[in-house]
T-cell receptor
Protein backbone atom coordinates (compact mmCIF):
# COMPACT_ATOMS: atom_id res chain seq x y z
CA UNK A 1 0.00 0.00 0.00
CA UNK A 2 0.89 3.64 -0.10
CA UNK A 3 3.18 5.03 2.56
CA UNK A 4 4.45 8.56 3.01
CA UNK A 5 7.15 9.30 5.57
CA UNK A 6 8.53 12.55 6.87
CA UNK A 7 10.43 13.73 9.92
CA UNK A 8 8.41 15.08 12.83
CA UNK A 9 10.14 18.31 13.67
CA UNK A 10 12.32 21.05 12.19
CA UNK A 11 13.59 24.21 13.85
CA UNK A 12 15.14 27.09 11.90
CA UNK A 13 16.03 30.70 12.56
CA UNK A 14 14.05 33.47 10.96
CA UNK A 15 15.60 34.44 7.64
CA UNK A 16 17.24 31.06 7.06
CA UNK A 17 16.03 28.51 4.52
CA UNK A 18 13.96 25.55 5.67
CA UNK A 19 14.07 22.19 3.94
CA UNK A 20 11.40 19.63 4.74
CA UNK A 21 11.94 16.15 3.34
CA UNK A 22 9.55 13.35 2.51
CA UNK A 23 9.79 9.86 1.06
CA UNK A 24 7.01 7.83 -0.48
CA UNK A 25 6.68 4.25 -1.59
CA UNK A 26 4.01 4.22 -4.29
CA UNK A 27 5.78 4.16 -7.64
CA UNK A 28 2.52 4.97 -9.39
CA UNK A 29 2.19 8.29 -7.60
CA UNK A 30 1.10 10.89 -10.09
CA UNK A 31 0.85 14.02 -8.01
CA UNK A 32 2.82 14.98 -4.93
CA UNK A 33 1.62 17.72 -2.65
CA UNK A 34 2.67 19.93 0.19
CA UNK A 35 -0.02 21.10 2.58
CA UNK A 36 0.29 23.55 5.47
CA UNK A 37 -1.73 23.35 8.67
CA UNK A 38 -1.76 26.27 11.06
CA UNK A 39 -2.97 25.74 14.65
CA UNK A 40 -6.71 25.10 14.85
CA UNK A 41 -7.14 25.18 11.10
CA UNK A 42 -7.62 22.69 8.32
CA UNK A 43 -5.00 21.84 5.74
CA UNK A 44 -4.20 24.36 3.06
CA UNK A 45 -2.69 23.24 -0.24
CA UNK A 46 0.63 25.04 -0.71
CA UNK A 47 1.82 23.54 -3.93
CA UNK A 48 1.89 20.34 -5.89
CA UNK A 49 4.12 18.78 -8.51
CA UNK A 50 3.34 16.35 -11.29
CA UNK A 51 5.48 13.24 -11.23
CA UNK A 52 7.15 13.97 -14.57
CA UNK A 53 8.61 17.20 -13.21
CA UNK A 54 11.85 17.55 -11.25
CA UNK A 55 11.32 20.96 -9.77
CA UNK A 56 8.67 23.56 -9.25
CA UNK A 57 9.20 27.05 -7.89
CA UNK A 58 6.55 29.37 -6.53
CA UNK A 59 7.83 32.56 -4.90
CA UNK A 60 9.64 31.46 -1.70
CA UNK A 61 8.73 27.81 -2.19
CA UNK A 62 10.79 25.31 -4.17
CA UNK A 63 9.71 21.71 -4.57
CA UNK A 64 12.26 19.13 -5.68
CA UNK A 65 11.27 15.64 -6.78
CA UNK A 66 13.65 12.73 -7.16
CA UNK A 67 11.39 10.12 -8.67
CA UNK A 68 14.08 7.44 -8.75
CA UNK A 69 14.60 7.69 -5.00
CA UNK A 70 10.93 8.59 -4.33
CA UNK A 71 12.08 11.63 -2.43
CA UNK A 72 10.27 14.96 -2.27
CA UNK A 73 11.46 18.11 -0.57
CA UNK A 74 10.03 21.54 0.17
CA UNK A 75 12.40 24.44 0.53
CA UNK A 76 11.15 27.67 2.06
CA UNK A 77 13.49 30.59 1.41
CA UNK A 78 13.80 33.45 3.93
CA UNK A 79 11.67 31.61 6.49
CA UNK A 80 9.37 33.88 8.48
CA UNK A 81 7.65 33.35 11.85
CA UNK A 82 4.37 33.11 9.95
CA UNK A 83 5.70 29.97 8.30
CA UNK A 84 5.54 28.15 11.64
CA UNK A 85 3.05 25.34 11.07
CA UNK A 86 2.79 21.63 10.35
CA UNK A 87 3.68 20.70 6.78
CA UNK A 88 2.20 17.58 5.27
CA UNK A 89 3.62 15.70 2.33
CA UNK A 90 1.00 13.81 0.33
CA UNK A 91 0.61 11.77 -2.84
CA UNK A 92 -2.13 10.56 -5.12
CA UNK A 93 -2.20 8.17 -8.04
CA UNK A 94 -3.93 8.44 -11.36
CA UNK A 95 -6.74 6.16 -12.29
CA UNK A 96 -10.03 6.00 -10.50
CA UNK A 97 -10.51 8.67 -7.92
CA UNK A 98 -7.53 10.43 -6.51
CA UNK A 99 -7.44 9.47 -2.88
CA UNK A 100 -4.73 11.54 -1.27
CA UNK A 101 -2.42 9.77 1.17
CA UNK A 102 -0.74 11.97 3.74
CA UNK A 103 2.43 11.75 5.76
CA UNK A 104 2.48 12.32 9.49
CA UNK A 105 3.41 15.99 9.15
CA UNK A 106 6.55 17.95 10.00
CA UNK A 107 6.22 20.66 12.60
CA UNK A 108 8.28 23.68 11.55
CA UNK A 109 9.32 26.01 14.34
CA UNK A 110 10.76 29.37 13.30
CA UNK A 111 12.88 31.04 15.95
CA UNK A 112 12.88 34.86 15.81
CA UNK B 1 -20.59 28.30 0.80
CA UNK B 2 -17.22 29.92 0.42
CA UNK B 3 -15.38 27.11 2.15
CA UNK B 4 -15.86 23.72 3.73
CA UNK B 5 -17.76 24.11 6.96
CA UNK B 6 -17.65 21.58 9.78
CA UNK B 7 -19.69 21.47 12.95
CA UNK B 8 -19.34 21.35 15.81
CA UNK B 9 -15.79 22.66 16.03
CA UNK B 10 -15.36 20.94 19.37
CA UNK B 11 -17.25 18.05 20.92
CA UNK B 12 -16.74 16.43 24.30
CA UNK B 13 -18.72 13.27 24.85
CA UNK B 14 -18.89 10.50 27.38
CA UNK B 15 -17.62 7.08 26.51
CA UNK B 16 -20.43 4.95 25.10
CA UNK B 17 -22.46 7.83 23.68
CA UNK B 18 -23.13 8.35 19.98
CA UNK B 19 -21.91 11.46 18.16
CA UNK B 20 -22.68 13.04 14.80
CA UNK B 21 -20.21 15.22 12.97
CA UNK B 22 -21.34 17.38 10.10
CA UNK B 23 -19.57 18.55 6.96
CA UNK B 24 -20.94 21.13 4.54
CA UNK B 25 -18.77 21.08 1.41
CA UNK B 26 -18.14 23.84 -1.07
CA UNK B 27 -21.20 24.31 -3.23
CA UNK B 28 -20.90 22.29 -6.42
CA UNK B 29 -18.13 20.01 -5.14
CA UNK B 30 -19.17 16.48 -5.99
CA UNK B 31 -16.41 14.64 -4.13
CA UNK B 32 -16.24 14.60 -0.34
CA UNK B 33 -13.69 12.95 1.94
CA UNK B 34 -13.45 12.30 5.66
CA UNK B 35 -10.10 11.99 7.41
CA UNK B 36 -9.10 11.50 11.01
CA UNK B 37 -6.08 13.24 12.51
CA UNK B 38 -4.81 11.67 15.69
CA UNK B 39 -1.86 12.88 17.72
CA UNK B 40 1.30 11.56 16.10
CA UNK B 41 -0.65 9.63 13.46
CA UNK B 42 -0.93 12.00 10.53
CA UNK B 43 -4.12 11.98 8.50
CA UNK B 44 -5.98 8.71 8.23
CA UNK B 45 -8.41 8.34 5.34
CA UNK B 46 -11.88 7.21 6.43
CA UNK B 47 -14.35 7.43 3.55
CA UNK B 48 -14.90 9.02 0.15
CA UNK B 49 -18.19 10.11 -1.39
CA UNK B 50 -18.91 10.81 -5.02
CA UNK B 51 -22.32 12.41 -5.01
CA UNK B 52 -24.39 10.48 -2.50
CA UNK B 53 -22.63 7.16 -2.90
CA UNK B 54 -19.49 5.99 -1.10
CA UNK B 55 -17.29 4.01 -3.50
CA UNK B 56 -14.52 3.77 -0.93
CA UNK B 57 -15.27 3.30 2.74
CA UNK B 58 -12.18 1.17 3.36
CA UNK B 59 -10.80 3.49 6.01
CA UNK B 60 -13.66 3.28 8.48
CA UNK B 61 -11.99 1.71 11.52
CA UNK B 62 -14.94 -0.35 12.75
CA UNK B 63 -18.64 -0.89 12.29
CA UNK B 64 -19.25 1.77 14.94
CA UNK B 65 -18.36 4.31 12.26
CA UNK B 66 -20.78 5.20 9.48
CA UNK B 67 -21.31 8.13 7.16
CA UNK B 68 -23.93 9.35 4.78
CA UNK B 69 -24.33 12.13 2.31
CA UNK B 70 -27.65 13.51 1.16
CA UNK B 71 -28.54 15.68 -1.80
CA UNK B 72 -24.95 15.48 -2.98
CA UNK B 73 -24.09 18.06 -0.37
CA UNK B 74 -23.98 17.77 3.42
CA UNK B 75 -22.35 14.70 4.94
CA UNK B 76 -22.70 13.30 8.44
CA UNK B 77 -20.14 11.05 10.11
CA UNK B 78 -21.66 9.06 12.96
CA UNK B 79 -19.68 7.28 15.64
CA UNK B 80 -21.70 4.93 17.82
CA UNK B 81 -20.73 3.85 21.32
CA UNK B 82 -17.71 6.14 21.35
CA UNK B 83 -14.45 4.93 22.83
CA UNK B 84 -11.52 6.93 24.13
CA UNK B 85 -9.42 5.92 21.14
CA UNK B 86 -11.94 7.74 18.93
CA UNK B 87 -10.62 11.04 20.31
CA UNK B 88 -9.11 12.91 17.38
CA UNK B 89 -9.70 15.76 14.96
CA UNK B 90 -12.05 14.73 12.18
CA UNK B 91 -11.38 16.60 8.96
CA UNK B 92 -13.60 16.85 5.94
CA UNK B 93 -12.45 17.86 2.45
CA UNK B 94 -14.26 18.37 -0.81
CA UNK B 95 -13.20 18.72 -4.42
CA UNK B 96 -14.92 19.60 -7.66
CA UNK B 97 -14.41 16.17 -9.21
CA UNK B 98 -12.44 13.03 -8.67
CA UNK B 99 -9.41 14.17 -10.59
CA UNK B 100 -9.05 17.56 -9.15
CA UNK B 101 -6.31 19.36 -7.33
CA UNK B 102 -8.73 21.68 -5.56
CA UNK B 103 -9.05 19.53 -2.45
CA UNK B 104 -10.27 21.99 0.18
CA UNK B 105 -10.31 21.13 3.86
CA UNK B 106 -12.58 22.29 6.62
CA UNK B 107 -11.20 23.31 10.01
CA UNK B 108 -12.20 20.02 11.56
CA UNK B 109 -14.13 18.80 14.57
CA UNK B 110 -12.07 18.07 17.66
CA UNK B 111 -13.70 15.09 19.37
CA UNK B 112 -12.77 14.25 22.94
CA UNK B 113 -14.20 11.12 24.52
CA UNK B 114 -14.01 11.15 28.31
Amino acid sequence: GEDVEQSLFLSVREGDSSVINCTYTDSSSTYLYWYKQEPGAGLQLLTYIFSNMDMKQDQRLTVLLNKKDKHLSLRIADTQTGDSAIYFCAESSSGGYQKVTFGIGTKLQVIP
Amino acid sequence: GAGVSQSPSNKVTEKGKDVELRCDPISGHTALYWYRQSLGQGLEFLIYFQGNSAPDKSGLPSDRFSAERTGGSVSTLTIQRTQQEDSAVYLCASSSDTNSRDYTFGSGTRLTVV
